[in-house]
Each structure stands twice: as structure tokens, then as C-alpha cells.
């Protein structure tokens, strides 16, 4: 593995929304946002195909869907759901969507992850690891060479937690990189149309992924931006067994 920081800044829910799909190239082209995962079924799905074929330098990934899910009063409650009831239904439903990436992109995904993480449980987790492994691509938590942080987020348990998602808090993740290639999640977008748990706080995201004090920080600290496909990875398909 190479001693340089590199660093994936990579926006989900790509296809979600029409502001989203907005807020993710303005974050592209404007700020450090390198990498994208893609909700193919959702209504704007199409148009962020056409916009990653207008924007080649960002790498297009699967966001695996599965539902998802809000918190009203400590309670969580889903919003839409997928059967993934069992390890046929997932895998019936990882490779629908699957077919759908590449008629919309016309190429695989350069990586692989989930809407709201629903791969780190089972059985979709075994499902993803097999999807990767086939595709020989990085499926988020479990590549090898790829360290995956997820603090940058504006909320905790449902409840907003602004401070997390400032260019100073972005820019203090920044400094605390380790040699190596990470990957920093994010949801940059404007709220328009967007029926989300998850609302207001993307055009937070937005603003920061674009502040000059997060492009300083990477200057300062020497980190070079990457993304999925130009990422120096050693062993690109290597998959980490997932803990008992």
C-alpha cells in the first residue's frame, strides 16, 4: 500500500432526487466529492446516469436498496422497504438492480455499498460480499486497503447533530487521516421533492463539501482526492471475512 493519504469522498443517493443529483455535481465540480453510488429505481435514476456520462472523472458505484427507515420519538419506522427477508429475496433483489446499473450506465459499478448501510447485517451482507467478490470491486466496510469513516453525518439516533457536518469538523477528520486510502461518506443535495428522514441537513453537507477551508486542509495535510477508479488500490477485490 502506497504512504500517500488518499481520500474517497463519496455522495450517496444518487438518483434519488433531482436536488440531490444537483447537489452532488455541484459537489463534484466545485468541491471534493470524487465518487457517487447510484439508486437505480428511484425517479431520478435516469437523469443521474446522463449527468455521470456529462461528468466522467466521477466514479458511479450500486447503492444497494433495500428501504428505508425514520425515527419519530425514538421510535424507527420504515419509510419503503424491500423484501430481503431472506437470502433469496436479497439476492433476487441485489441482481435486479444490478441489471438496471448497467442499462442505465452501460458499464458495472466501480463499487459497491447500501442505503443506510443495510449490507453490515444479514442476509444482505453475504449477498454484497458475493456481488463484489464476483464483480472484483470494493464493497464499503469489508475491502481490503480501503478504510471506510462515516462521521461525517448530521444527525444522531434521528436527531440533528449539525456540528458534525461543518468544514471544521471535516477538516479535523481530514488531519487524522493514516497512510493509506479512505473513504468519507456523504449526502450532499438541495431538500426539494425529497421525502427523507434525512432533509435539511444535505444542503449542510453541500456548502462544507465545497468550503475552501476543506480544500486548505487537504493541502495542508498533504492528502491527495481519488476516487473508486483512480484509487491506488493493491488488491482492489480483496474482501475482509465480516466479524461472528
Known amino acids: 500500500m502506497t504512504a500517500t493519504r488518499c481520500l474517497i469522498v463519496n455522495a450517496d443517493d444518487f438518483g434519488q432526487t433531482a436536488g440531490i443529483n444537483r447537489g452532488i455535481v455541484e459537489a463534484h465540480e466545485r468541491g471534493v466529492v470524487t465518487s457517487a453510488s447510484l439508486l ?44 430481503a427477508r431472506s437470502a433469496r429475496a436479497a439476492r433476487l433483489a441485489a441482481r435486479r438492480q444490478l441489471d438496471r446499473f448497467r442499462e442505465l450506465m452501460g458499464r458495472d459499478p466501480t463499487h459497491l455499498d447500501s442505503h443506510q448501510h443495510a449490507h453490515r447485517e444479514e442476509p444482505v451482507r453475504g449477498v454484497a460480499l458475493a456481488l463484489a467478490s464476483e464483480l472484483g470491486v470494493p464493497l464499503r466496510h469489508f475491502a481490503d486497503g480501503v478504510l471506510y469513516r462515516g462521521s461525517f453525518y448530521g444527525q444522531v439516533n434521528g ?57 486548505s486542509a487537504l493541502n495542508a495535510y498533504g492528502v491527495e482526492l481519488v476516487s473508486f477508479e483512480t484509487a491506488p488500490l493493491t488488491a482492489p477485490t480483496g474482501l475482509r471475512k465480516p466479524r461472528p
Open 40 to 83: 437505480v429505481f428511484h425517479p431520478a435514476a435516469e437523469e443521474a446516469a446522463e449527468l455521470a456520462r456529462r461528468y466522467p472523472a466521477l466514479s458511479v458505484g450500486l447503492h444497494l436498496d433495500y428501504g428505508e427507515w425514520g425515527r419519530v420519538r425514538d421510535t424507527w419506522y420504515p419509510i419503503y422497504e424491500v423484501d
Open 159 to 215: 436527531e440533528p447533530r449539525l456540528d458534525a457536518i461543518t468544514p471544521e469538523a471535516l477538516a479535523a477528520s481530514i488531519a487524522e487521516l493514516q497512510p493509506g486510502v479512505t473513504e468519507i461518506g456523504c449526502h450532499p443535495g438541495y431538500p426539494e421533492g425529497l421525502y427523507s428522514s434525512y432533509r435539511d441537513e444535505r444542503g449542510t453537507e453541500l456548502r462544507t463539501l465545497c468550503s475552501s477551508v476543506v480544500r
